[in-house]
């Protein structure tokens, strides 16, 4: 069965800093991998999808992909306290394979 | 204005009763699907829609069951053999399946007590 790894932290970061947030899945030909953002309460938000090798920049966020390590990241640079959420990664299948989240933790 | 409804946002009911979600969406999406969401667990997948008449089980279909008899529509009955049905319940859609991102509604959370 396809499985999708995040940490789930805390991950805590002062305002201005660099967040990572990483996940790793198991099949090793998915070619599919999305982020969502989502605060406590309320449904994921898309934010990011990326499907080759690399990395996808979008204003603050930018998604690596690594496939030759099953590895795929987001970065959010000048971190703001708004960006606190929970970050899910999801990975293509018949449905969207979804990891269990990281929460991440922005301080002012 | 396109997206995904979900009505209601709470719903409370008292157990041994049938309840249905309701999920509309107007993005002309062919696929559909209802997750459940509970705190720590991640997103699990109730059943999925590919197509109109047809839906397919997911990992936790016990307890639940599904019609789309309609594009933009695909409620969820959760019915009295749910053991658990507190939870937030989540419904998506988008363009196919397979490689394709989803889309979610708002949610409604069901409170069964």
């Known amino acids: 069965q396809k499985e999708v790894e995040q940490n789930s932290g805390p991950l805590s970061v002062p305002e201005g800093a660099i967040a990572s947030l990483n996940c790793t899945y198991s099949d090793r030909v998915s070619q599919s991998f999305f982020w969502y953002r989502q605060y406590s309460g309320k449904s994921p938000e898309l934010i990011m999808s990326i499907y080759s090798n690399g990395d996808k920049e979008d204003g603050r966020f930018t998604a690596q992909l690594n496939k030759a390590s099953q590895y795929v990241s987001l970065l959010i640079r000048d971190s703001q306290p708004s960006d606190s959420a929970t970050y899910l990664c999801a990975v293509d299948g018949t449905a969207l394979i979804f990891g269990k989240g990281t929460t991440l933790s922005v301080s002012s | 204005d396109g997206g995904i409804t979900q009505s209601p946002k709470y719903l409370f009911r008292k157990e041994g009763q049938n309840v249905t979600l309701s999920c509309e969406q107007n993005?002309?999406?062919?696929?559909m699907y209802w997750y459940r969401q509970d705190p720590g667990q991640g997103l699990r997948l109730i059943y999925y829609?590919?197509?109109?008449?047809?839906?397919q089980k997911g990992d936790i279909a016990e307890g639940y069951s599904v019609s789309r008899e309609k594009k933009e529509s695909f409620p969820l009955t959760v019915t009295s053999a749910q053991k658990n049905p507190t939870a937030f319940y989540l419904c998506?859609?988008?363009?196919?399946?397979?490689?394709?991102?989803?889309?979610f509604g708002p949610g409604t959370r069901l409170t069964v007590t």
């Open positions: 998506a859609s988008s363009p196919g399946t397979s490689y394709y991102e989803q889309y």
């Open positions: 829609s590919q197509i109109v008449n047809d839906f």
């Open positions: 993005l002309n999406h062919d696929a």
